[in-house]
């Protein structure tokens, strides 16, 4: 690893003042989880790295009538410890206790993984499920983004070198809605997704008020796959929906064949996981349980 140096600052001003004075040359650092094994094999050389664990705005964490805001900062165990969010939100939960092991999730971050912007990041598709917003930040000001809109390739975000991600917004769900995600890996020493499927539901009785579903490594970003919510808000819940569901994911898709599957494979994958994930956001919007949440 190269000599660089390491700033540590209190608040989000000084932050920004450090990224704005050092642009490209810096790299902030939430969990680390990512950005220390690229610098350790040389994908990302930063002359200087720039720690946000101090800085309160990014490490903030609240649940109340207004809806969800996370930190970029804030570690994954606090999200799935945090018995508001695991009510209201629990497909959040079902990717902050998967990424990596217990000791990552003292340190990796939701906000750390969407700007690491991987195809593969676990934690991307359902925030688009859930309908997330970025905060972000610079010396000219500050603006939310979509986090649909977030990743523009692999490893490859919207940021400008001057920006950085504060936090992420998420709306107030209402009564009947479940979201969920749920990906494949190829054994459990690969902790990386063949696919995944982030989704949300808001039932109204039998009709399908909202519905949101997210793929992640089948594109060269987590997508969004807006044909499902084009075709399948307003009509009737069924076996019958949910096989077209898996059938526009299927058609969304577009993966790469690598050696964790083929394209083929990818493909097949993106139609029984949508259809799996929505079975159980449909489970918990009726009030139901997955997995104890």
Not at 24 to 31: P, Q, T, V, Y
Not at 32 to 51: F, S
């Amino acid at each position: 690893m190269k000599w660089f140096d390491y700033e540590n600052p209190k608040t989000l001003s000084e932050a920004i003042e450090l990224i704005s004075k050092y642009g490209d040359d810096s790299r902030l650092i939430a969990g680390g989880t990512d950005l220390i094994v690229q610098m350790r094999i040389g994908r990302r050389t930063p002359k200087v790295v720039i720690n946000t664990k101090a800085v309160e705005e990014m490490n903030q964490l609240t649940c109340d009538s207004s809806g969800l805001t996370i930190g970029a900062a804030v570690p994954c165990y606090k999200i799935y410890q945090n018995s508001e969010i695991i009510s209201a939100y629990p497909g959040i939960i079902d990717s902050a206790s998967l990424i990596g092991g217990i000791q990552i999730q003292g340190r990796a971050t939701l906000g750390g993984n969407l700007c690491n912007a991987a195809p593969s990041a676990d934690a991307v598709p359902v925030l688009i499920a859930n309908r997330a917003t970025c905060n972000v930040a610079s010396s000219n000001g500050t603006r939310s983004i979509p986090v649909e809109d977030f990743c523009t390739g692999p490893g490859q975000n919207i940021l400008n070198p001057d920006e950085l991600l504060v936090s992420l917004s998420f709306p107030k769900h209402g009564p009947n809605f479940g979201s969920r995600y749920i990906r494949f890996i190829p054994r459990n020493e690969m902790d990386i997704a063949v696919a995944g499927a982030g989704v949300s539901i808001t039932l109204d009785n039998e009709v399908i008020k909202s519905i949101h579903v997210a793929l992640a490594s089948v594109a060269p970003t987590p997508i969004l796959v807006k044909k499902i919510t084009e075709e399948l808000t307003g009509t009737n819940l069924n076996p019958e929906t949910l096989n077209h569901a898996g059938e526009l994911a299927k058609e969304a898709a577009t993966p790469i064949t690598d050696m964790r599957g083929t394209i083929e494979y990818r493909k097949h994958l993106s139609d029984v996981l949508t259809k799996r994930a929505l079975a159980d956001a449909i489970k918990r919007a009726q009030g139901g349980k997955v997995n104890g949440r």
